[in-house]
């Protein structure tokens, strides 16, 4: 299986500041038809995850612009320009290229 | 707008069976890759499976920790998803929730199994 992981576990953010969270897979993530599927999702508290980036870095419909991904590879960032209250919750990498799926384990969003 | 729901979820003890069912709307769901994720009570996500379209066999994918117990199945006349969960343990206790792969996630819904 592809291993998932992702830095920082924990990431306290002052309001209007950037932030990046970090995955890293443990094999190539390009698919034989040439795509990377690599995600990202946001899990706001109580509530569902959301697609917030696929293939590395299209963003996803009605997704702020503050919101980018990057990478290539093995290594994957997604990028905060302007951390909002709105934004806490955890957020996870996830690869959809080789069976099984996998995630990372989660980097939770804090307000300092 | 997309949605799917999710139901059928409930309280169950092991080694019995459930049905989940995912009810979608919204748009043609025959065209699309379904599939079912799961998460522990305050634990990451999980893939557990997936049903392709008619176009390409409606042929399944499972989790190994799943393979042989659960079944995803389609009803494209009704726009439903099911995934049928055999031989429970304790430890498929989650939440489970209906994807349109790779975008739509529905609300979920929560499996028990304890005796």
């Known amino acids: 299986d592809i291993v998932m992981t992702q830095t920082p576990l924990s990431s306290p953010v002052t309001l209007g500041q950037p932030a990046s969270i970090s995955c890293r897979s443990s094999?190539?993530?390009?698919?034989?038809?040439?795509?990377?599927?690599l995600s990202w999702l946001q899990q706001r508290p109580g509530l569902p995850p959301r697609l917030l980036i696929y293939?590395?870095?299209n963003r996803f419909s009605g997704v702020p612009d503050r919101f980018s991904g990057s990478g290539a590879g093995t290594d994957f960032t997604l990028k905060i320009s302007r951390v909002e209250a709105e934004d806490v919750g955890v957020y996870y990498c996830?690869?959809?290229?080789?069976?099984?799926?996998?995630f990372g384990q989660g980097t939770k969003l804090e307000i300092k | 707008e997309v949605q799917l729901v999710e139901s059928g979820g409930g309280l169950v003890q092991p080694g019995q069976s459930l049905r989940l069912s995912c009810t979608a709307s919204g748009f043609t769901f025959g065209e699309y890759t379904m599939s079912w994720f799961r998460q522990a009570p305050g634990k990451g996500l999980e893939w557990v499976g997936l049903i392709r379209s008619k176009a390409y066999g409606m042929t399944t994918e499972y989790a190994a920790s799943v393979e042989g117990r659960f079944t995803i199945s389609r009803d494209d006349s009704r726009n439903m998803a099911y995934l049928q969960m055999n031989s429970l343990k304790i430890e498929d206790t989650a939440v489970y929730y209906c994807?349109?792969?790779?975008?739509?996630w529905g609300q979920g819904i929560l499996v028990t199994v304890s005796s």
């Open positions: 994807i349109r792969l790779y975008d739509y």
């Open positions: 094999q190539s993530l390009v698919h034989s038809d040439g795509n990377t599927y």
């Open positions: 293939k590395i870095s």
């Open positions: 996830m690869q959809a290229t080789q069976f099984p799926y996998t």
